[in-house]
């Protein structure tokens, strides 16, 4: 009999079969090309481990011919009006509609992300499109800002040629998330993409160029961080770089960067807290605590990987979460029923895998899982895993796991709950689950976090600020945010004519 699992394999590879065996190179001025280095890299199948392809590692020289092309497309793209801009976005957005089984399908099998989530990526980073698109004829407006014998006004200039560094996690989406606005900005983009789930990328990029994107508008360099990531960074004609990814390698690129003053913004790493208090709505507070960790594999910078529960209800609390884990579906990440699929990497399955046997040795309870799970032979996959008994200078409470790993830690009240949440070198997102009107609007005050979610698990909407505090991140985007970001606000002074000037060397 055949399952729907086998319907979306021979789906799957259908839209594999261009990349099985090759060599993906990069998209440079308006199509492909090999590239300037002979060195490649290979791709790996997170589900099996099997050998997918191999993928061109850029070097500075294709870095450079990337930038020269963003450089040179960058006065017609900036100074067409906005409103055609608007047009060609989404054009982009229709075509990625068109092709949203491939994007969601190539997706799956290059990051490991089950089909449940990924269906939606591109509908997702459609809706991106259309977001920025909408908004790219009022990109340049600003303000008008009288002053006595002057008018002041303020308009807003793509800043040029930017870069863009994603990392594996979802990465068609974030792709998206960073490519719609800097393009309806009017700014030309060179994107870096991760190395572990290069594929839909170039999807991405076709799909740009044939929406009528120009030549040189979007370019595609893939390659390794340390040497394509890194020549992008130091890249003279690159103005600016939207980087998502690790801390630490923000702090590289940041570095990196100052030769050049580069203007950077920074989406990194997050160890989340989700705090649950005693008059909380328990079950939807099970449903949200328990999606926010185990969609999308763990591996997502948003997740709720710290659980702060209350002492009255934690033991209650804990185990309704416990039956929950115990029942997670491990599996193919084709098969519609997978809720957790294999982790992205041989090396991010051994960081994992390396927290579990630390749980224990800094005296945790693994409660659920805490070992490798066998659904597919050679995959990558991790049992969905529950640490008890946690205090929060552990490791396990303070590091980013980046896998389908929650850490459950007591308290007594809100003044310890606070000081817990916020005791943590990350700030990206919080969660409060309590139905204390007061205590709701105080923690949203005083929880170190660039995102706070009350009553609720991650929801987007994409005119508001997204972005974390402390090592979480530098900026924001998202709605007019991400515009203040690939764009120089200028201010223009004009005087009426009648102020006095000061006279100087007058006989
Ligand atoms: P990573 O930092 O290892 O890599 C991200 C990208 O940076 C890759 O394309 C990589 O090649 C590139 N890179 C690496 N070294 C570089 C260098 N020296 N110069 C320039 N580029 C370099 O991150 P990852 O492991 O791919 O992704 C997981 C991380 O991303 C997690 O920490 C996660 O929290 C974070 N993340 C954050 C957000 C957010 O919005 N805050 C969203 C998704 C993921």
């Excluded at 906005?82 to 099998?109: M, Q």
């Excluded at 570095?255 to 989406?267: A, N």
């Excluded at 193919?332 to 040795?361: N, S």
């Excluded at 709950?417 to 997102?429: E, P, S, T």
Aim: glycine letters at 10%; charged letters at 20%; proline letters at 6%.
């Amino acid at each position: 009999m055949t399952t729907e699992l086998d319907r979306n394999l021979a789906k799957a590879e259908d839209y594999l079969a261009r990349f099985r065996g090759g060599v993906l190179g990069h998209f440079i001025d308006g199509g492909p090309t090999p590239g300037q280095g002979t060195d490649t890299f290979e791709n790996r199948s997170p589900v099996d481990d099997t050998a997918l392809n191999r993928v061109a590692a850029g070097t500075a020289a294709d870095v450079d011919a990337a930038a020269r092309a963003a450089k040179a497309a960058f006065p017609a793209w900036r100074d067409l009006p906005g409103g055609e801009r608007r047009a060609v976005l989404h054009r982009v957005a229709d075509l990625i509609e068109a092709r949203a089984e491939e994007i969601a399908l190539v997706e799956c099998l290059d990051t490991g992300q089950p089909l449940r989530f990924m269906s939606k990526a591109a509908v997702r980073g459609a809706e991106n499109f259309r977001f920025f698109a909408d908004k790219a004829p009022e990109a340049t407006a600003g303000l008008s800002m009288p002053a006595g014998q002057h008018l002041n006004y303020s308009i807003r200039q793509p800043m040029g040629p930017v870069g863009v560094i994603t990392p594996w996690n979802t990465p068609f989406m974030l792709s998206t998330w960073k490519i719609a606005p800097a393009l309806a900005a009017g700014c030309t983009v060179v994107h870096k993409p991760a190395e572990w789930s290069p594929l839909t990328a170039m999807l991405l990029a076709e799909i740009m160029t044939e929406a009528g994107v120009p030549a040189g508008a979007v370019n595609l360099v893939n390659g390794l961080g340390e040497t394509a990531g890194r020549a992008l960074t130091e890249h003279p004609d690159i103005r600016a770089v939207a980087f998502v990814g690790e801390s630490r390698t923000g702090s590289m690129i940041m570095r990196q960067g100052s030769e050049t003053l580069k203007r950077v913004h920074f989406e990194l790493g997050g160890k989340n807290p989700v705090v649950v208090f005693d008059d909380a709505n328990l079950d939807r507070a099970v449903d949200a605590v328990v999606f926010m960790i185990y969609s999308l594999n763990g591996e997502r910078c948003t997740s709720s990987s710290r659980l702060l529960v209350q002492a009255g209800i934690h033991d209650e609390f804990v185990a309704r979460v416990a039956a929950r884990v115990r029942n997670i579906r491990v599996g193919h990440p084709l098969d519609p029923a997978t809720e957790v699929g294999p982790l992205v990497h041989r090396a991010h399955f051994d960081k994992v895998c390396g927290y579990f046997d630390l749980a224990r040795q800094e005296g945790a309870t693994v409660m659920v899982g805490g070992a490798a799970a066998d659904a597919v032979p050679g995959g990558h996959y991790v049992q969905p895993t529950l640490f008890t008994g946690a205090g929060n200078a552990m490791r396990i409470a303070q590091e980013e796991i980046f896998g389908p790993v929650l850490t459950v830690i007591p308290f007594a009240d809100e003044a310890e709950a606070l000081a817990l949440a916020n005791d943590v070198r990350y700030g990206l997102a919080a969660y409060a689950w309590t139905s204390d009107l007061g205590r709701a609007l105080r923690l949203g005050r005083d929880l170190e976090a660039g995102m706070v979610w009350v009553n609720s698990e991650n929801n987007r909407h994409l005119p508001t600020p997204f972005g974390g505090m402390k090592a979480s991140g530098i900026g924001r985007d998202g709605g007019d945010y991400s515009f203040d970001f690939y764009m120089e606000t200028k201010n223009v002074c004009l005087a009426l004519g009648g102020h006095s000037i000061p006279r100087l060397g007058v006989a």
